[in-house]
């Protein structure tokens, strides 16, 4: 009897065990899978978590170059360049502005550049560069501003540099591709009847071969920044003997464009580097160009002839009522319906179209395709490239990429510039 009993409590407690196991077995599968769970959940939500989109313009710099010397330059600055690149440009744009160092005022005014209105939303940095010997730049103030662009790498770490005028005024939201194609900086160039000779002699002396293009033709006008350096020592290595030096002989009594220079030693040194869009202007008398017609048609690529929609316009270089404006202070309203122009464009017909009424996308914005009365309209290619750029635009703003990035923001502005007058 109590062998039975034992032999029952020993099955019982077999039975017991049994179950015990089967319900630890139960309970991990179920931690398992509540882990498994969570798990799911956290990459589901990583997917669907719309991350900000990766700025390729992160390790770009605009450079510009001024001084209150001349008075109306910071006056510029601010109304024209820093105020459009707050409407146009991507968060966080990086903007190097050089001053005279030996200039007191010039301190002074650097050091409170960010607090002015328009330059807060900007990531403004000063550079002060040492002057240059009178007979170098011949006692022109000018000069010496091109001759610091040509040493821009000196106040620049970054990978690319793109270089403005201070009566630069952006006009269209300004995105990645315009400025890069594939990592490749975009080059607008013209070739053909030079809009000023003494460009092509200078700029053939100093390079030592011929002038290809002139790129006074839109801004900013951007390079690799190392490729700046490189350029001052070919130079040098070329003449033996220093690149002011140089310079200064090639320009002693003309002019001279550096923007040219420098794009012109690209195309012959970096021209697979580079994103090239080069249109020929035809000449409306015998052209003094010394590279003749056949040079447009034989050596440049088909891809190297595209239109290319441009981001600004040289403000000071404008038509009005039909008449060209060479070198002429713009009014405050002509800015404005400029801006207005762009605004609508870019966002606003979208957005707030009771202010843009008269703006369509489908209507071609002359300004993408016009640089001082230089325009590629003739081209049936432009609408094409103005729709992709809008298209574009309309996917970035989606994505709050812009310093204007809600409706109310983009509505307000348009109001605002429209209600001054």
Not at 207 to 229: A, D, E, N, S, W
Not at 302 to 307: A, D, Y
Not at 380 to 389: G, L, T, V
């Amino acid at each position: 009897m109590r062998t039975k009993c034992l032999r029952n409590t020993t099955i019982q407690l077999i039975a017991l065990g049994s179950a015990l196991t089967f319900i630890w077995v139960l309970y991990m599968m179920k931690i398992k899978l509540h882990a498994m769970s969570a798990q799911l959940t956290t990459s589901e939500d990583t997917v669907s978590t719309e991350s900000p989109p990766s700025n390729p313009l992160h390790d770009f710099d605009v450079y510009v170059r001024y001084t209150t010397a001349g008075k109306l330059f910071p006056k510029q600055a601010e109304a024209w360049l820093f105020r459009s690149m707050s409407l146009f440009w991507p968060k966080n744009t990086k903007v190097v502005v050089v001053l005279d160092k030996e200039n007191e005022a010039d301190r002074k005014y650097g050091s409170t550049l960010n607090e002015a209105t328009w330059n807060k939303k900007l990531d403004l940095r000063v550079c002060y560069m040492e002057t240059y010997p009178k007979d170098i730049i011949h006692n022109w103030g000018k000069m010496r501003m091109y001759f610091d662009m040509m040493h821009a790498d000196l106040c620049t770490n970054a990978t690319y540099v793109g270089l403005v005028d201070v009566d630069t005024v952006f006009t269209t939201a300004v995105t990645p591709s315009l400025i890069l194609e594939d990592g490749k900086p975009v080059v607008t160039g013209r070739i053909g009847h030079p809009r000023i000779p003494c460009w092509i002699q200078s700029g053939e002396y100093v390079l030592g071969v011929k002038q290809v293009m002139q790129c006074m033709h839109y801004f900013p006008v951007t390079f690799k920044t190392t490729h700046i350096r490189e350029f001052r020592e070919y130079i040098t290595k070329l003449h033996g003997k220093d690149f002011k030096d140089v310079v200064s002989e090639a320009t002693k009594g003309t002019c001279y464009c550096h923007y040219s220079m420098l794009c012109n030693y690209m195309w012959y040194h970096h021209r697979n580097e580079y994103a090239w869009h080069l249109q020929y202007v035809k000449p409306t008398q015998p052209s003094n160009a010394t590279v003749p017609y056949e040079y447009f048609t034989t050596e440049v690529k088909p891809n190297e002839k595209i239109p290319h929609p441009r981001s600004s316009q040289h403000i000071r270089h404008y038509m009005l009522n039909g008449r060209y404006m060479d070198a002429k202070e713009p009014s405050e309203r002509f800015v404005n319906d400029t801006l207005i122009e762009g605004l609508c464009y870019s966002f606003g017909v979208k957005l707030c179209l009771d202010l843009c009424k008269g703006y369509n996308q489908t209507c071609i914005h002359v300004n993408l395709f016009n640089f001082e009365n230089y325009d590629w309209l003739w081209d049936s290619r432009c609408m094409e490239k103005q729709i992709e750029h809008y298209r574009n635009v309309s996917i970035l703003f989606d994505k709050k990429f812009f310093y204007l990035d809600s409706r109310e923001e983009v509505c307000n502005t348009i109001r605002q510039l429209s209600d001054n007058y």
